[in-house]
C-alpha cells in the first residue's frame, strides 16, 4: 500500500509543474552546487568528506522534494550519507550535465 501511495505523490510531483515548483528547483540546484566537488567524489569514487547534520538535512530534503521519494537514512550511518549523496548527484548531474568534468561523462554512472 505504501509503495502505491509514494507511486501517485510522484506522479502528482511530475505533473505539478508551476513557477513556484520551477524557482525552488533553481534554489535546490543552487545549494547542491556548493557539494558539487562531494557529488562527483561520491558517485565516481564511493567515498565522501565529513558533511554536517544539518547540511546532510537539508541534502535529504532537497532529495525528498524532487523525487517524492524517502530514502529514511541514519545521519550517523556512513553508507547511508554516500547513499544520499550519490542519489543528489545523479539528480544534479542530470539536470546540469555540463558540469561533470568531461573526463567522467562516459562512464555510465548517471
Do not use: H, W
Not at 505539478?16 to 552546487?33: G, R
Not at 556548493?34 to 565529513?50: G, N, V
Not at 538535512?57 to 532537497?62: A, C, S, Y
Amino acid at each position: 500500500m505504501d509503495k502505491i501511495v509514494k507511486k501517485l505523490k510522484n506522479i502528482v510531483l511530475y505533473f505539478k509543474k508551476d513557477k513556484d515548483t520551477e524557482e525552488m528547483k533553481k534554489n535546490n540546484l543552487k545549494y547542491l552546487e556548493k557539494f558539487e566537488a562531494d557529488l562527483i567524489t561520491a558517485l565516481f569514487y564511493d567515498y565522501t568528506r565529513p558533511i554536517s547534520t544539518s547540511e546532510l538535512m537539508e541534502l535529504d530534503r532537497i532529495y525528498k522534494e524532487e523525487t517524492g521519494d524517502d530514502l529514511n537514512i541514519n545521519y550517523s550511518c556512513s553508507s547511508c550519507i554516500l547513499k544520499l549523496l550519490k542519489q543528489c548527484s545523479r539528480l544534479y548531474f542530470k539536470e546540469l550535465p555540463d558540469r561533470l568534468p568531461e573526463n567522467l561523462r562516459n562512464r555510465g554512472k548517471i
